[in-house]
């Protein structure tokens, strides 16, 4: 059944290759960028096969040594070489299950993060501020690009919203765990009593769409100029350079003040919009999915409480899987990467219970 998959892969591959050399494919960049994904994509899986196939071949062939071979000391290094044949075949049965299953086609695009304040008032506003810190470190660590494109200040510091791009290999097929309610439990700034309060903050990360993705017409969008009220030093409050736009057929409203510059603001804007509307149907892409199978890991409910950081015992929790570790000061300081590898885990072990693969 394995060796079945695997073949027509193999012979998808080849099929892809070579439509990829079409001129008719070529002069179409929409499909040309989908078909070369996709080469890309299939590749691990068909260096897998060349590998288990040629594992496949040894136990063979040792089997038949064995069968054959009288001498007991070459029959016993031939049964060592076939016991480490087959452990090697079965991690690597394991290793193609996994690769088998099938990824979420966004995984690859780079991402647009949202966190917002959520119930807290100042405090709430605080923790959208350190979950902010938390991902530009994490991103740093990952040497991905971050781009400031809109934000909010709160009162008390931190931000009432804050946008970001996120760009770099995989970045979405990572970040997308990230979506959800983020919960804080912690004595805050602003208390005097002493008490532990308990705040949220929201974080939506969507996959950042291609311009191939989304299709726009100029007459559905509305353009709107404006002082800039962030920094950006000499010109806010000055200049025009603030740009806030309306897709009139959707009401999604998006502005970008971060640059000097209209014409850039207008570029990240317009970047924005584009992946919200793209979003729209990533969504019905998801609850599509969750219609099929009911996962723990949920990356499509964005009003789902997913993590509590809890300050006084110095723990985060993931409630999706349960997981709890209590290091809590390196977590806020971007060290995230085990809690979406747990994540990761839990979810490919989901889809291959499922038989997914």
């Not at 049964?79 to 394991?94: G, H, P, S």
């Not at 705040?199 to 559905?220: G, H, I, N, R, Y």
């Not at 899987?321 to 060290?335: E, F, K, P, Q, V």
């Amino acid at each position: 059944m394995l060796l079945e998959k695997l073949e027509a892969i193999r012979e998808r591959h080849a099929e892809v290759g070579r439509l990829i050399n079409d001129p008719d494919i070529m002069s179409d960049m929409k499909r040309y960028i989908q078909l070369s994904k996709e080469y890309k994509d299939l590749q691990p899986i068909i260096d897998a096969h060349k590998e288990y196939s040629n594992v496949l071949d040894n136990i063979a062939s040792t089997k038949e040594m064995l069968g054959k071979e009288k001498d007991p000391e070459f029959r016993e290094m031939a049964k060592i070489e076939l016991d480490e044949l087959l452990n090697r075949e079965e991690a690597m049965e394991e290793e193609i299950r996994l690769l088998l299953i099938p990824s979420d086609p966004q995984d690859d695009k780079n991402a647009i993060v949202e966190i917002r304040a959520g119930t807290g008032g100042d405090e709430a506003a605080i923790f959208a501020g350190d979950l902010y810190r938390m991902y530009l470190k994490f991103c740093e660590a990952k040497r991905w690009k971050t781009e400031l494109v809109d934000m909010s200040e709160g009162t008390s510091g931190g931000f009432k919203e804050v946008i970001f791009n996120v760009s770099g290999d995989g970045v979405f097929g990572l970040m997308k765990y990230e979506s959800g309610v983020h919960r804080v439990q912690r004595v805050p700034q602003t208390e005097t009593q002493g008490r532990v309060h308990t705040s949220a903050a929201t974080v939506a990360v969507l996959p950042e769409a291609d311009e191939f993705d989304v299709e726009l017409k100029p007459s559905d969008i509305r353009k709107e100029t404006f002082c800039s009220s962030g920094p950006g030093g000499q010109s806010v409050n000055t200049t025009y350079s603030a740009v806030r736009l309306t897709h009139v057929p959707t009401g999604i409203v998006v502005s970008c003040q971060d640059q000097k510059s209209q014409i850039k603001n207008m570029e990240k804007a317009m970047k924005v919009l584009r992946t919200r509307l793209y979003d729209m149907e990533h969504k019905k892409y998801l609850d599509e999915i969750a219609s099929k199978r009911k996962t723990m890991v949920s990356t499509g409910d964005r009003s789902a409480k997913i993590r509590t950081y809890n300050f006084p015992q110095g723990r985060m929790t993931d409630h999706r899987i349960g997981l709890t570790l209590y290091n809590l000061s390196a977590t806020m300081d971007g060290d995230i990467q085990e809690i979406i590898d747990a994540l990761q885990v839990a979810e490919n072990a989901e889809k291959l219970k499922e038989g997914v693969a």
